[in-house]
């Protein structure tokens, strides 16, 4: 989801209009809003395949969403995270040259893990790294959740002020280590003085960590969609959709919705 805030009436000289009916008499309001459900394929180091059983797009019924799992696969065991540029994971191998480290405290979770909640802040804040919190658990030592940031000058896109990233994990019995269940990607931007925020939620399940793969399971095709991925109704995104929509997010879809039905209406009676 994409939000925009005191959008001006003209950027360049070019109007700007209410974006498809996204703003609002404030001039502010979401301008992109998309969910996917996709089953992922990966094979450490690199392979990866994604096909995607539905998506659904705000305003358009025959859109195809621009997420991607691939784009959004921040994993912080890795030395460094890929945002356009390459950010020092608080646990790399290197971490101490980067960060200083403060225990904030520790709880036990529901299934009676011990967490302990750790503050962790650049040694130099010009360095490409995050701050924020990160959660180990006791004895395994391995991540129980993030709540961590960093800014557009770290990863080197101007307009992005700041991203934050949360993440959470659940302890799996059947595999005796923790597995990432949720994700999401908080940022703001500035840009020709229009101001704005967003954010990228992921929910992960089903996890195989025993797949048997065929010969030619990886090919150049990392991307691929389902017959009619893009048809699914509304009975179906109740059912399936794992996080429930804002009201924000709800209105924005039936704005819109109404919307394109009144042009294909106006557009039916022109062809007529």
């Known amino acids: 989801m ?17 974006l498809g009916g996204g703003l609002d008499s404030t001039r502010s309001g979401i301008i992109y809003l998309s969910e996917t459900i996709s089953e992922i ?21 025959n859109g195809f969403s621009l997420n991607s799992a691939e784009e959004s696969d921040f994993s912080f065991y890795n030395n460094t995270i890929e945002i356009n540029a390459e950010i020092v994971s608080p646990i790399a191998d290197y971490a101490f040259n980067y960060y200083d480290y403060k225990l904030e405290g520790v709880f036990y979770d529901t299934e009676g893990y011990l967490i302990n909640k750790i503050l962790v802040t650049p040694k130099r804040s010009k360095d490409r790294v995050f701050s924020g919190f990160i959660y180990i658990v006791e004895d395994t030592w391995q991540i129980f959740g993030t709540e961590l940031k960093t800014t557009g000058q770290a990863i080197q ?7 934050t990233f949360t993440q959470n994990f659940k302890y799996s019995e059947e595999n005796k280590f923790w597995i990432k269940i949720s994700q999401a990607v908080d940022f703001s931007f500035s840009m020709f003085g229009i101001g704005g925020d967003g954010r990228f939620t992921a929910v992960y399940s089903n996890y195989n960590f025993e797949p048997q793969f065929e010969k030619r399971t990886f090919t150049r095709e990392v991307l691929s969609f389902a017959d009619e991925a893009n048809k699914k109704d509304s ?3 109740n059912k399936i959709r794992p996080v429930p929509l804002t009201t924000e997010e709800l209105t924005d879809y039936v704005k819109k919705d109404s919307i394109q039905e009144l042009k294909k209406f106006q557009k039916n009676i022109w062809i007529l």
Request: proline share 6%.
């Open 2 to 18: 994409w939000r925009i805030k005191n959008a001006p009436e003209k950027i360049l000289g070019q109007e700007l209009g209410d």
């Open 41 to 61: 394929t990966f094979r450490a180091p690199d392979d990866f395949k994604e096909k995607i059983i539905a998506s659904k797009v705000s305003g358009n019924d």
């Open 157 to 163: 896109v101007a307009p992005i002020e700041e991203l």
């Open 235 to 237: 009975l179906y995104w």
